[in-house]
């Protein structure tokens, strides 16, 4: 007889008593998605039927179809998003996977794309700051890869001919300086202008940053990039944020009109982006100064950008 193997869990013996103790989690695992024949008396929990060939099919929405874990304070933890913070943060008991026999960024590109689009935010809060300083790092093994390093989490520098496409994305920084503050937790705005270039824009939620959102708003022009000039390390994206008087003709309805950027902001400000997965992106924010003199410097920790599908 031939083996059957799962890759996280091994099948149970069901012949064996089973007995539970308060510490054992709850593992689900809900039906699959390809098609099956539905026995009398088997419910749908608010599951959509669609009959196809005499067959019947259950398509459970992205929150009820995956592995989950229910935790003592009764939340539900996902075992996709759990792979994630494991990979970037594994338990010492686990030896690591030797790096030369894999490409890191590629393993967690897919662990990201495991994930569905509209679960991906839970890694917001699921990733602490060491973690996003962690996931810039991996991500950096990506150009390793010719092939890998060519690709994208986000399509918003191919503009389609009349059309201005707009994302949203919700963003967590590990830490910064007490004047951005306001920047551990913002969102952030991609949009392309009728002048071709791409642009983007930070919102911030706080009560601080309501003003800035109002009266000195924050622009910044997208451009490809292939490395951060502070450190040589290689990059995707910078966003180029200047003095903040772009001539902008055209931007989201509701936007207000680009001004002088406050400090630090228009102090040569460039914040490199790299790909880490599907609508994920992570970045590094730098000072770099308008001076000659002047150093460049971080401006804040790393920053994870988790695109909102509900908002695009």
């Known amino acids: 007889m031939s083996s059957i193997t799962c890759n996280r869990h091994p099948l149970p013996n069901l012949h064996a008593p089973w007995r539970r103790t308060p510490f054992s989690p709850q593992t689900h695992f809900p039906l699959p998605r390809v098609g099956f024949t539905i026995f009398p008396g088997l419910k749908s929990y608010n599951q959509r039927l669609a009959f196809n060939s005499g067959v019947v099919e259950v398509h ?18 996902y075992l996709d998003e759990q792979d994630v913070v494991t990979f970037l943060d594994p338990p010492k008991e686990l030896i690591p996977l030797d790096p030369i026999s894999y490409n890191p960024a590629a393993y967690l590109w897919k662990k990201i794309e495991d994930i ?39 399509n918003v520098l191919r503009k389609e001919d009349g059309q201005m496409p707009l994302e949203f994305y919700n963003c967590r920084a590990s830490g910064g300086p007490c004047p951005i503050a306001w920047m551990n937790f ?38 490809q990039l292939k490395e951060v000039m502070s450190t040589e390390q ?35 400000v460039v914040i490199y982006i790299r790909h880490v997965g599907p609508g994920v992106l992570v970045g590094q924010a730098w000072q770099e100064g308008k001076e000659l003199e002047q150093l460049p410097q971080k401006l804040c920790g790393e920053i994870l950008m988790v695109k909102d599908h509900s908002a695009s």
């Open 116 to 154: 569905p689009e509209e679960r991906r935010l839970q890694l917001l809060r699921l990733l602490n700051p060491r973690l996003i300083s962690r996931a810039w790092e991996i991500a950096g093994t990506r150009y390793d890869d010719p092939k890998f390093a060519k690709k994208i989490a986000s």
């Open 186 to 223: 913002f969102k952030k705005a991609i949009f392309c202008s009728d002048d071709g270039s791409t642009y983007g824009r930070f919102i911030s939620g706080s009560i601080v940053g309501q003003l800035v959102n109002s009266f000195r708003p924050l622009y910044f022009v997208v451009n």
């Open 234 to 268: 290689p990059c995707d994206l910078a966003y180029e944020f200047g003095d903040g008087l772009f001539s902008l003709h055209q931007y989201p309805q509701g936007f207000p009109r680009p001004v002088k950027h406050p400090y630090p902001f228009n102090d040569q």
């Open 60 to 77: 459970a929405s992205a929150w009820d179809e995956k592995p989950y874990e229910i935790l003592p304070t009764g939340k539900l933890s």
